[in-house]
């Protein structure tokens, strides 16, 4: 079993910034993509940011050149760092990796979310 914990999230003004974490935990033999994923109400789960074992990065049109996604492997855990924040960036953030199990078994994990609302 794979347990994904985020942290971070919370109130911030629009302009701001945020950095989110999370980590895996658990029966865990490699990992290869991580990534962030969010979700507002009344819409779509949309991909923010993905990040490879091998550190290469994609992000939505919306938050280039404003979030950076990066990953300490050693620690299992990876980051998304959210500058010039607008409203509209407000929803849930949910953490996912592709979890290898044993060299042979995989499957994807999704975190619980953590909230972050962008409001004056």
């Known amino acids: 079993q794979v347990q994904l914990v985020e942290s971070g999230g919370g109130l911030v003004q629009p302009g701001g910034s945020l950095r989110l974490s999370c980590a895996a935990s658990g029966s865990i033999f490699s990992i290869s993509s991580m990534g962030w994923y969010r979700q507002a109400p009344g819409k779509e789960r949309e991909l923010v940011a993905t990040?490879?074992?091998?550190?290469?990065?994609n992000y939505a049109e919306s938050v280039k050149g404003r979030f950076t996604i990066s990953r300490d492997s050693a620690k299992n855990t990876v980051y998304l760092q959210m500058n010039r924040l607008k409203p509209e960036d407000t929803a849930v953030y949910i953490c996912?990796?592709?979890?290898?199990?044993?060299?042979?078994?995989?499957?994807?994990?999704w975190g619980q979310g953590t909230q972050v609302t962008v409001s004056s």
């Open positions: 996912n990796a592709g979890v290898w199990y044993t060299s042979y078994s995989y499957r994807a994990y």
């Open positions: 990040i490879t074992s091998a550190g290469s990065t």
